[in-house]
């Protein structure tokens, strides 16, 4: 089994920045894509940004010139720089891995609040 550990949220003023993290351990062999979903209170899960194993990125419109995902496979960690954050960015933020065994399976954490507000 794989456990995902979210990491870095909290309350944040208009503009500022975080830095999520998301720690993978467990029953890993081979990670395929990671990736930052987030859901804000009444509202769908949304795919924010995904990294693949060959480090090829992907960002959400709405956060692109403003969030950076990252990985470092050696440690098995996935990060989200936020940097200019809105209160619309106000979700809890959740980590996903595509794992290959016999075929794909895929993790969820628990999440990690932000909070936007002044």
């Known amino acids: 089994q794989v456990r995902l550990v979210e990491s870095g949220g909290g309350l944040v003023q208009p503009g500022g920045s975080l830095r999520l993290s998301c720690a993978a351990s467990g029953s890993i062999f081979s990670i395929s894509t990671m990736a930052w979903y987030r859901q804000a209170p009444g509202k769908e899960r949304e795919l924010v940004a995904d990294?693949?194993?060959?480090?090829?990125?992907k960002h959400v419109d709405s956060v692109k010139g403003r969030f950076t995902v990252s990985r470092d496979s050696a440690k098995n960690t996935m990060y989200l720089e936020m940097n200019s954050l809105k209160p619309e960015d106000t979700a809890v933020y959740y980590c996903?891995?595509?794992?290959?065994?016999?075929?794909?399976?895929?993790?969820w954490g628990k999440g990690t609040q932000v909070t936007v507000s002044s």
């Open positions: 990294i693949t194993s060959d480090g090829t990125t």
């Open positions: 996903n891995v595509l794992v290959r065994g016999i075929g794909v399976t895929s993790y």
